[in-house]
């Protein structure tokens, strides 16, 4: 009874998480609400308290958030296998449907106006990415820290002019990150300010 | 195999160190499959992340799917997104227990605070490719030349730029704009 109890979630997880995956355009942090709404507010396998955790790990670790808060959700609802298939249920559904485009790329994209529409939209697409990184870079200089500005120039004129790796960038940000977060944090422990 | 060993490592890689979700991973897609290994032209790439703005999934798994397929077949793709999903894994279960322990992840925070800078000047650089890409038409930014200088796709840039940052357009809604916009202009120009 027990078994059959279990193995009816698993098969519910899958559902939920393919159909959140298959309908989350763009990805990134939308999916928390949705799936608030679904197993917090619909389903009750977890409360608030619980998502807001996941949503803050999810966004703590490398990785799509999608597919972090699935494995995360999977397995506080049913262990190991909870996670397996929920990481299953968000990873299909790109997928499937990319296996498909990839299938009709090549002749599509030889064909005279998909070519066109494409080179239009390529302007549009580097026009959302200079969107993003206006919005990121305005929230980074309203910290104030000089640190984090300097980090960022620093970081940009690797990467443009010296075509160093971006692992490397981010290897060696993180390693400034951590220690500046140790001194904050014993800055504030002593009852410091920093 | 060796590819699907390639394939697995090179979006092992893109897993691992694609902090700050969303645009994160792809300044790291863009050196792996662009810049170390010959698998897609920065043409193909843009292609990619268009098409991931359009349909639902992050840029990692589809960009993984897409070159997985491309270079090894399904195997490819299946070998591609196995290694992009890995790091997650183990990672994110690693935090939830030392979360559950300490219920802190104050460190955790302040380092991917530190990371925020990095991930700006990574996406920045990696928009910067797309730029030359849609304005000159260049592969890399070191071939870009003003005599190839596309003034309707620098037109569709600035409009498209506009929409999105002074009247919050869907970015969805402006990359079809642009791309029908496109079609409509290139046409005219006899293109």
Not at chain 1, 20 to 36: C, D, E, K, Y
Not at chain 1, 88 to 99: D, F, K, M, N
């Amino acid at each position: 009874m027990k078994r059959e109890m279990h193995w009816r979630r698993l098969a519910q997880l899958f559902r939920e998480t393919f159909l959140i995956s298959a309908f989350t355009f763009g990805g990134g942090f939308v999916i928390v609400p949705l799936m608030r709404k679904k197993f917090v507010e619909n389903l009750h396998w977890l409360d608030d308290e619980e998502m807001m955790d996941i949503a803050a790990i999810a966004q703590s670790s490398p990785g799509a958030i999608v597919v972090n808060a699935s494995i995360l959700l999977g397995y506080r609802v049913a262990g190991v296998a909870g996670g397996l298939v929920a990481v299953l249920g968000s990873v299909l559904p790109p997928l499937i449907i990319l296996s498909v485009i990839s299938l009709f790329y090549a002749a599509f994209r030889n064909n005279r106006y998909v070519s066109l529409v494409m080179r239009g939209m390529q302007a549009g697409v580097a026009a959302v990415v200079c969107d993003v990184v206006l919005t990121m870079g305005q929230a980074l200089l309203k910290t104030r820290r000089a640190l984090y500005i300097v980090m960022m120039a620093l970081g940009f004129g690797a990467a443009v002019f010296f075509d160093v790796n971006a692992v490397a960038v981010i290897l060696a940000c993180g390693l400034v990150g951590a220690w500046d977060a140790v001194r904050r944090h014993r800055g504030r422990k002593a009852g410091g300010w920093v | 195999m060796i590819q699907l060993l390639e394939l697995f490592w090179s979006f092992f890689q893109v897993g691992l160190f694609s902090v700050g979700g969303g645009y994160a991973s792809m300044p790291l897609i863009q050196h792996q499959v662009v810049e170390l290994h010959p698998w897609l032209t920065m043409g193909e790439f843009a292609d990619i992340i268009t098409i991931s703005q359009m349909t639902p999934g992050p840029i990692a798994i589809n960009s993984a799917t897409f070159v997985g397929i491309r270079i090894a077949g399904l195997p490819g793709a299946l070998a591609a997104t196995a290694g992009c999903v890995l790091p997650s894994c183990i990672i994110v279960l690693t935090l939830a227990w030392v979360y559950s322990r300490w219920r802190n992840l104050n460190i955790m925070q302040g380092i991917l605070q530190g990371l925020r800078p990095a991930v700006v000047a990574m996406i920045a650089s990696a928009g910067l490719s797309l730029a030359a890409l849609a304005l000159f038409g260049s592969q890399t930014l070191g071939t870009v030349r003003w005599a190839d200088f596309d003034w309707a796709a620098a037109v569709l840039f600035a409009a498209a730029l506009a929409a999105l940052r002074k009247w919050k357009q869907d970015p969805i809604a402006v990359m079809s704009g642009t791309g029908a916009v496109g079609l409509a202009v290139y046409l005219l120009l006899g293109q």
